[in-house]
């Protein structure tokens, strides 16, 4: 950043509704900044307006660009998610939290979906798929997609784990509530789960979704359920230990 204003070429990452989750806003972000790092060229985040932004920030201001200011930049070059799609490694050596912030919303969202007093806990993120998510099919982009897991695995590690706290966050709830019913050191919240890249999720649903990805990344470590950018960016935000089910 103390170079930023020097850099002659400059980038515009254009992330719009129906782009991905959250995941996919950060990862993308993430891996184009260190390119621009390497290449010495200025990275801008362009302002769409989506929910999203209003809850996951760039620490450094002078990196958004809207609309209008755009349309007066020259030697600039748009880039969005699907350009990267096949070239994209997400070894980051960039801490993500040293980017990106949740605003304080986010935080007091938290405490009225998790008790405040839970600050030590383990979790598990298990993504069922686009398939499994409840809500309107008619608003579902890939409504075949599905992620492979061992339940087996996933109980193994509860158990072996019993005397822990356990965050337990799905994209499908009735999975969600079969799994706290099972096993009493679950934790889960009561929200209502929503997929923040689809049109018909709403503003709570959103801040909600944010909120349980901020819930992960302030966890001990991170049981990945199944593959997920989800819980995978969530642990690199803080560098947190991860372990995965394979």
């Not at 200025?42 to 932004?53: A, G, M």
């Not at 608003?139 to 590690?157: A, P």
């Not at 349980?212 to 950018?229: D, K, V």
Request: net charge neutral; hydrophobic share 30%; aromatic share 14%.
């Amino acid at each position: 950043m103390r170079n930023y204003d020097n850099y002659e070429q400059s980038i515009v990452y254009d992330f719009e509704m129906g782009n991905g989750g959250i995941a996919d806003c950060i990862k993308f972000f993430i891996f184009i900044l260190e390119s621009c790092m390497k290449g010495g060229k200025r990275l801008y985040y362009k302002r769409n307006n989506i929910q999203l932004e209003k809850y996951v920030r760039l620490i450094y201001d002078k990196m958004y660009v809207d609309e209008d200011t755009l349309k007066k930049m020259t030697n600039v070059h748009i880039t969005k998610p699907h350009n990267h799609y096949s070239e994209t490694e997400f070894n980051f050596s960039i801490k993500i939290s040293d980017v990106f912030y949740f605003t304080e919303e986010v935080k007091a969202n938290r405490d009225s979906l998790l008790d405040p007093k839970v600050t030590v806990y383990n979790s598990i993120h298990l993504r069922l798929g686009d398939k499994y998510l409840e809500t309107d099919k008619h608003f579902v982009l890939c409504k075949n997609d599905t992620r492979g897991y061992s339940e087996e695995k996933i109980f193994k590690y509860i158990e072996d784990n019993n005397d822990k706290n356990i965050f337990f966050c799905c994209d499908n709830n009735s999975y969600k509530i079969k799994i706290k019913e099972k096993y009493p050191n679950i934790i889960v919240t009561s929200c209502n789960i929503g997929h923040t890249s689809l049109s018909n999720t709403t503003e709570k649903q959103v801040l909600d979704a944010i909120t349980e990805f901020y819930i992960l990344t302030n966890s001990q470590s991170i049981f990945c359920g199944s593959r997920s950018g989800f819980s995978s960016i969530a642990g690199k935000f803080n560098k947190i230990p991860m372990e995965h089910n394979n």
